[in-house]
């Protein structure tokens, strides 16, 4: 049974910095790739960053691209998302998540590329 567990969310001021870390459990980690979403209150869930199963390709969302960095350490099992620069706007629930083909090299950025989610971390921004 693959488990995701994210930690690393609270409250900060804009223009802060989080680091949120997510724990993954059950299957070979460094076979797959890793996505961050994040869903506001009354938004869908929408795509912020991924990171593929050697980490040698990312895709980021456009609004977070400059202040915002994936990364993975498949020795501890666990993908980061370092977040600079943060915006109100960046408040929201987020969620890591396993891709569900191994080794692929292309990312997905759809909620449909990814078959294990986490339960979700509050980012809360304030102005």
């Known amino acids: 049974q693959v488990q995701l567990v994210e930690s690393g969310g609270g409250l900060v001021q804009a223009g802060g910095s989080l680091r949120l870390s997510c724990a993954a459990s059950g299957r070979t980690f460094s076979n797959y790739a890793m996505g961050w979403f994040r869903q506001a209150p009354g938004k869908e869930r929408v795509f912020v960053a991924a990171?593929?199963?050697?980490?040698?390709?990312?895709n980021y969302a456009d609004s977070v691209k400059g202040r915002f960095t994936i990364s993975r350490d498949n020795a501890k099992n666990t993908v980061y998302l370092q977040m600079n620069s943060l915006k109100p706007e960046d408040t929201a629930v987020y969620y890591c998540?396993?891709?569900?083909?191994?080794?692929?090299?292309?990312?997905?950025?759809?909620?449909?590329?990814?078959?294990?989610w986490g339960q979700g971390t509050q980012v809360t921004v304030s102005s």
């Open positions: 998540a396993q891709s569900n083909i191994a080794r692929l090299n292309s990312l997905r950025t759809t909620i449909e590329g990814y078959a294990y």
């Open positions: 990171i593929s199963w050697i980490g040698a390709n990312i």
